[in-house]
């Protein structure tokens, strides 16, 4: 398992922009698929976006394609999810996940929660109409 911590969250306004970052620890995290999965209140914590080592391959819910863009800078081991046009029904607590399993998986499979054995204490994202 590695340590991971989120940070970047806060209010916004709909239609601005946040960038929320997640610091790793650990010596492989460039072998890691990573993942933002997020949690709204009375709602199931749910899948945002994952990139694999290989960072040209991302992969993203439907409901933020398009606006949310997910990286990673294996130098300074951070994650990143860049969030632009936000919109009230993003407003969650936003957390990072990392899966060092190095077996296959595939990209419905990153959307899993189970597959991830590292978690964040997440990072609180409020969007204002």
């Known amino acids: 398992q590695v340590q991971l911590a989120e940070a970047g969250g806060g ?3 709909a239609g601005g922009s946040l960038r929320l970052s997640c610091a790793a620890s650990g010596r492989a995290f460039d072998r890691y698929a990573m993942g ?8 199931e914590r749910e899948f945002v976006a994952h990139i694999r ?11 933020v394609k398009g606006r949310f863009t997910i ?3 294996n130098a300074k081991i951070t994650l990143y999810l860049h969030m632009n046009t936000l919109k009230p029904e993003d407003t969650a607590v936003y957390y990072c996940a990392a899966r060092t399993r190095r ?6 499979g990153l959307t899993l929660l189970y597959e991830y054995d590292s ?5 609180q994202v409020t969007v204002s109409s």
């Open 53 to 63: 080592w290989s960072v040209s391959s991302t992969y993203y819910a439907d409901s």
């Open 103 to 108: 077996s296959y998986v595939s990209d419905y």
């Open 71 to 73: 990286s990673r800078d």
């Open 11 to 13: 209010l916004v306004q």
């Open 119 to 123: 978690w964040g204490q997440g990072t």
């Open 36 to 43: 933002w999965f997020r949690q709204a209140p009375g709602k």
